[in-house]
């Protein structure tokens, strides 16, 4: 990653700026030295770095400097397990933000240990996720349990599974509170999209909750969307078979339009509060049927503007399915009219209520 760098003729002039509150005079000084309009755009929203004067790469960082401090560190630890300490020591080297940075971190440290979910890490990068909505659960480091010897993602604490969620507030979730998951899980989404990421294993399980919102974790699992699979992941059928596209099923590669079709999976979970084919054994002939057209189904009105789109999400032709920044403007729509008296949707929302009560 090369840097353009400003001249030391530069700094001079600019350096006691304040880089957020610029006169004119001063705007038009910033305008001839700084000819990059992305790098001038950084000046403008994280200042110089306070180490070398060049223009920070992040909040309070300076990629360059950032990383040669890592590098000198890299001496003082060790995961035992010379993978894991390549991908910690690479996320460290090219992050460009404090986001983007993973630690090796000593069990010793940790108090109540809560294990969320099993993942496998696999030598991709978690961390290239540009966590822009704030959906996506960032990972704080790497530790490993001394009496398994496995590697964990440390992650921030959530309230609870949104499985969990459902499970115990389903009832007195109304229909804009569905869409605003709805919303958080299409958003987080399109920030992985958006990155060239897939998520590879985009089920509910995966779903954090906390005061009513939706966070996407398990990023263990993401892979970049142009790395092509091994022959040997390519058999493997990673995921939970409900949440699993027909056409990975089929032995496909798993897309961007794969996780979409989990998501409609999900969207339908959200709605229904009823884990998908829950009455049916999870076997080779689930699969079967779900490559046939199966899809989940119950008696549980969902209003139909909201349904039209989870119908989109798991059609069969992966290329007749939304991409998750259409997704998510969609129900950003619908949660805003939702509140509206008398709007389409707040009257399907209402028709649905009553249908619902009534069974
Ligand atoms: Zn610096």
Redesign the pocket.
Known sequence: MDEIKLSDDAIEQIKDFVHDDLTEEQNSLIDKLILNEKLKERYKKYDL??????I?TGRNY?R???SKYFQQNFKNWTSGNHKVDEFIQKAQLEAEHYVKVIEWIDYDKFEDIEYLAKGVLIESNILACDPSSGLVVRCFGIAKDPKTNNFMMVMKLKECSLRQHLDINFDSLSWHDKLILLYCVSYGLDDIHNSGLIHHDFHCGNLLSNFGIAYITDLGLCQLANVKSSQNDKEKIYGVLPYVAPEVLRGKEYTQESDIYGFGIIAYEICTGLPPYHDIPHDEFLAMKICNGLRPKSNYKIPQLIFDIINQCWDADPSKRPKAVELHKLYDDLRYNCGKVDSATWKQAKEADEINKKS
């Open positions: 770095c306070y180490k070398c004067s060049q920070n300076y360059s400097c950032k």
